[in-house]
């Protein structure tokens, strides 16, 4: 029986780092997920800003479950002009403009594509899509606001022992398992990442 999953998790936390420098850190994914206990490595592709990513977990069973994602990542500087700054084209504005008048930056996750297959369910390898975003605002000297938003869809196949289970039931349960495990190797990951600041607390 196959079986489709999604999981989500979310998280809203004050840094103790001035703006810029928090930003090029966690926009940097491969030294972030390397606090995920769950991330077994992170590698840039041929394709410019696509990642490959393996993550490796234990099922009921206590085989290897790894599952791959291809991630594009892009960046977005938020910028607010004030009334009296007219502007047509962004591409025009001055790096000292956008130094003054940044409010924010975006860094979006999405699922890359790719036309090889990946899965090989009898080595317990599956495909996964991941979609983040991570918005980042300065809101004292040195903190900056970090809210994190985070999607998973992974399709498996079930073992035999689960599908006694009603589907409505037990695609319930998958999803809340999915997005608990999620949600606790997130928080994992972020409070790993406070070696680095001198704190980190949630809002």
């Known amino acids: 029986m196959e079986m489709d999953a999604t999981g989500v998790c979310r998280g809203d936390w004050i840094f103790h780092g001035e703006f810029e420098r928090t930003t090029a850190y966690l926009s940097d994914q491969k030294k972030i997920l390397g606090f995920n206990p769950f991330c077994h490595s992170v590698e840039l592709t041929n ?33 607010e002009l004030p009334e009296d700054i007219a502007c047509t084209d962004p591409a025009e504005l001055s790096e000292e403009l956008i130094r003054l008048y940044t409010v924010g930056k975006k860094v979006n996750w999405t699922h890359h594509p790719v036309t090889n297959r990946i899965e090989d369910p009898a080595k317990y390898l599956f495909e996964g899509k991941a979609f983040a975003h991570m918005y980042m605002q300065p809101v004292r000297e040195n903190e900056t606001r970090v809210q994190f938003d985070l999607k998973v869809d992974v399709h498996f196949l079930l073992y035999p022992a689960f599908r006694i289970v009603p589907e409505k039931i037990l695609h319930a349960m998958t999803n809340a398992g999915m997005s608990m495990i999620m949600q606790t190797s997130t928080n994992k990951m972020f409070h790993s990442i406070t070696k680095d600041f001198a704190s980190i607390r949630h809002t």
Request: net charge negative.
């Open 47 to 79: 394709i410019e800003n696509v990642y490959k990513w393996l993550f490796r977990v234990t099922d009921p069973q206590n085989n290897p479950f790894d599952v791959i994602f291809f991630v594009e990542q892009s960046e977005e500087l938020l910028v």
